[in-house]
């Protein structure tokens, strides 16, 4: 086996962590809060978004930008403990008949992962102008 096909089944067979994530401006003590199925990973798509100028929340990349991305930090605040070890592939999770994903089982461990940063955003408030994060819409 060649080394690329050993390190996609290395990382296929890793288990994935899903959780809570924030980015800390340390500058200012304004922080953005997200959560993520990929958590290990999270921060290299982060950090390589606001590197590029392309990160999603315009306020945490203009202040990246103006910084250099000086005094930022990144911490996981909560991991979600899943029941079920889940591959970075999702091999774990395919229908005994291989006709896909147990769709259930990822829509579960979503609205969880959901529910877990509700509950971070709550508890810490990183909202616009204090914070990055925008306040959710009233329903």
Do not use: C
């Not at 089982?105 to 616009?128: D, G, M």
């Amino acid at each position: 086996m060649n080394r690329r096909k050993e390190l996609q089944n290395e990382f296929g067979m890793k288990k994935r962590a899903m959780g809570v994530y924030q980015i800390i401006n340390r500058n200012n003590g304004k922080r953005f809060v997200g959560s993520s199925t990929t958590l290990d990973s999270v921060w290299k798509r982060e950090e390589f978004m606001l590197q590029m100028g392309t990160h999603m929340n315009k306020a945490l990349q203009a202040e990246w930008t103006q910084s250099g991305g000086v005094g930022f930090e990144f911490e996981v605040l909560a991991q979600l403990k899943l029941e079920d070890d889940i591959r970075h592939d999702y091999k774990d999770i395919i229908l005994p008949n291989g006709a896909g994903l147990r769709s259930d089982v990822i829509q579960s461990y979503r609205n969880e992962l959901k529910a877990l940063e509700e509950l971070w955003l709550e508890e810490l408030q990183p909202f616009e102008p204090a914070g990055y994060n925008r306040r959710p819409r009233a329903r």
